[in-house]
């Protein structure tokens, strides 16, 4: 039997060590194959893509310019290919992003990442919040739904059409944990961190679909 | 809703932890891997480690436990102690962490706290500070406060929150190991005067204390001996808050 091919983007946007130990517990003794991706790649050649990313909108975006990563990513998600953004990783799905300066993303779900609201608000959101699932998925399916999860972050995905909300979670206003748009999903949390849950959702991830 | 985050710290001498006042009577009271992974797996919100020791012969263990450590756990890692410059941050973050605290090094140096925040992001960028009540004034202490600095508390601490720290590690050496419970007073003129979390440390001895701590609006709450001594599990004191309407992750 073939193995799937799972790519890891490096995006150099922060450490990719948990979410890299994750996936290699998970695909240990099973028909998977892991591999780092750290510039241009063959877009057919991968079943999934995973890309973590901590830090600011613009850097990741900067960095997959520089690393050569862009072109093949836009073409494997033009193909509506299997894909997990993680935090940022999620983010540049938008249409542009508004941290530090404004920056056109990758465009593949419509909206803009923008700053929390309530300028009253400990910023960043940081620590272990709940998600609520708006419907079931064959990835994330209802055992996720008001679990806790690990989050970091200031900005949140706005402007997006609500088919293409997941999950919400609340903090000073709803906004949206978990995006989709066909085989492409994108997280706010941080699933490496997230103990048990988290370790769950990217096991579905890899194993389902 | 966001929960209050417990978090048990570990002060550690290579890769053993350690507990001590002020540096004396240091007593071994276990593997720092094994029992972070205890930790991890018994309802730990978060996990801070520091190098409580950081001479040069030290450090490269500690490093190595470091890494262990990431490699055993699945919930954040805050790592501190001896962070310098620089390089030493990176050193921890490619070690495994995922956030590192600065402390003396912030306060002779300010701007490292920019320069960090700029190169790895606020988020992994944690400043400790050690506060103490001096001549009726809040001042900043560093060498475990042993030195007071001219710093004046609540301005160093809306200083880090300009400079790029995306949480505060709030220790107050008048509270510190003496388990009488975290220093109310200074904890909330802190957490009313920035916009970033707070992690309330020093002094938990009992349940009632945590939720105290929680009363400041500090969104993380540190403890050592009480978690190191078994006299509390971490499920104990989070169904304890929980009772008092605290929002935790049970």
Same mark, same amino acid.
């Given at each position: 039997m073939k193995k799937k091919v799972i790519g890891l983007i490096d995006?150099?946007?922060?450490?990719i060590g948990s979410i890299n130990k994750a996936i290699k517990d998970i695909i240990k003794g099973r028909p998977y194959r892991l591999k780092i991706i750290k510039g241009h790649f063959?877009?057919? +050649? %991968? !079943?999934k893509i995973i890309l973590p990313g901590q830090g600011a909108y613009a850097t990741l975006m900067s960095n997959l310019k520089k690393l050569k990563i862009i072109k093949p990513l836009k073409e494997y998600l033009e193909n509506n290919s299997s894909y997990l953004g993680i935090c940022v990783g999620m983010q540049i799905?938008?249409?542009?992003g508004y941290e530090d300066k404004i920056t056109r993303g990758l465009?593949?779900?419509s909206g803009d990442i923008k700053k929390?609201?309530?300028?009253?608000?400990?910023?960043?959101?940081m620590g272990w919040n709940t998600i609520n699932l708006n419907n079931d998925d064959t990835?994330?399916?209802? +055992? %996720? !739904?008001k679990k806790d999860f690990y989050f970091v972050h200031s900005y949140i995905f706005q402007n997006?059409?609500?088919?293409?909300?997941?999950a919400f979670t609340h903090y000073g206003q709803k906004f949206p944990s978990i995006v989709k748009k066909g085989n492409i999903y994108g997280v706010q949390f941080h699933p490496e961190k997230s103990h048990k849950h988290g370790l769950n959702l990217i096991k579905n991830y890899i194993l389902k679909s | 809703m966001l929960k209050t985050r417990i978090i048990p710290c570990l002060d550690v001498i290579k890769n053993k932890v350690v507990k001590g006042v002020n540096f004396k009577n240091i007593r071994v009271m276990g593997n720092a891997v094994e029992m972070a992974k205890y930790y991890s797996l018994s309802g730990a919100d978060e996990l801070c480690m520091l190098?409580?020791?950081?001479?040069y012969q030290n450090r490269k263990t500690f490093i190595k436990t470091v890494e262990s450590i990431a490699k055993v756990i699945n919930i954040p890692l805050t790592v501190g102690g001896g962070v310098s410059n620089l390089s030493d941050i990176t050193d921890l973050l490619n070690a495994g962490a995922d956030k590192v605290s600065i402390n003396s090094a912030a306060v002779k140096n300010p701007k490292l706290i920019r320069q960090a925040s700029l190169r790895h992001?606020?988020?992994?960028i944690v400043v400790a500070i050690d506060g103490k009540r001096h001549k009726n004034k809040m001042k900043v202490v560093i060498k475990g406060g042993r030195e007071i600095t001219k710093n004046e508390l609540i301005t160093w601490a809306k200083k880090v929150q300009t400079l790029g720290a995306g949480e505060i590690l709030m220790t107050s050496m008048d509270t510190d190991?003496?388990?009488?419970?975290?220093d109310s007073n200074m904890l909330k003129k802190v957490t009313s005067n920035v916009g970033i979390p707070v992690i309330a440390s020093g002094?938990?001895?009992?349940l009632e204390h945590f939720y105290l701590g929680y009363l400041t609006k500090s969104t993380g709450l540190l403890a050592a001996s009480v978690f190191h001594s078994r006299k509390y599990k971490i499920k104990t004191v989070k169904k304890y808050l929980s009772s008092k309407g605290v929002p935790v992750r049970l």
């Open positions: 995006g150099q946007s922060g450490n063959n877009y057919s +050649s %991968f !079943d799905l938008s249409d542009w465009g593949v779900i929390f609201r309530n300028k009253k608000l400990i910023i960043p959101h990835i994330i399916t209802n +055992s %996720f !739904d997006i059409k609500k088919s293409n909300v997941l | 190098d409580i020791n950081a001479s992001g606020s988020q992994c190991g003496v388990q009488n419970g975290f002094g938990v001895g009992s």
